[in-house]
């Protein structure tokens, strides 16, 4: 069937679009330092202290406009009556359209990123061995925790099983408590968090990014997402509750202590 179709080209596409948009985003972060001419975190033209601005309430203006590029659509095709409101609610292309329109939007926002500060930026190869070594050592488990969901559960993250659903058929909810989710309730949003974070250079653009991110991540998790989780009309409840009870959201500390004993 059609619907069929599109659902299992749009999983595909999906994977495929995610695995392209991360290496420029790496770069995005690393201040392009292949030298591709791809956008940049920093400028690269920085001025001196007498002459540079700290900040730039213009460029932050509009790096918010590019942000909501990401944010608007993501947060309002997450929401059922959204979903409901266009029709596509319980359809087999569901899941894979949100993970398709995903990258192509984070792109889009990391790709109309305007500096807001050209008095300093990041440089990797001035790093010390042991900003290498403590950064690299926070980013490889965040990145575990990223692939980890997606290698594990591409059905859960993009869909790629729902072409097989019969027109009268529903995908089947069930909560994920087993790795990684049984480190942190929440391990894409987790792990990026932990990327953008770790990256040791610390310039007013890497921190206003940061702040941005986690200003959206936490809140539009723990108070929507979760929202429909858990509680008496939440879709799975008490069993939610519990979960949440026993991992954490984003830091995996109790849930670590749990699987030591």
Partial sequence: MPCNLVAYLL????????????????????NDPLEVGWNTLDTLDTLSDAKCTNFDVFAFSTNNLAFALFVVPHTLMARRRVKE???????????????????????????????????????????????????????????????????????????????????????EARLITS????LVRHPAGAGFLWLLWSFPSYTVNHITLSIMWTLYVVPAT?????????GPQGEFGAAYDCYAQEVSAFVPGKSLLRIAR
């Fill in 179 to 182: 790795f990684p989710y049984n």
């Fill in 222 to 230: 723990l108070l929507l997402e979760e929202r429909s989780l858990k």
């Fill in 85 to 171: 409101a266009l029709g596509i609610t319980d359809q087999p292309y569901e899941r894979p359209l949100f993970a398709f329109m995903s990258p192509i939007t984070f792109l889009l926002s990391i790709s109309y990123w305007t500096p807001v500060s050209n008095c300093r930026r990041f440089d990797p190869a001035a790093l010390s061995l042991g900003h290498v070594v403590i950064s690299g050592s926070i980013s490889v488990i965040a990145a575990l925790y990223i692939t980890a969901a997606m290698v594990t559960l591409p059905d859960h993250i993009f869909g790629t099983r729902r072409y097989k659903l019969g027109s009268d058929e529903k995908a």
């Fill in 11 to 30: 999983s595909r596409a999906a994977i495929i679009t995610t695995c392209l948009v991360f290496p420029y985003w790496l770069s995005f972060m690393l």
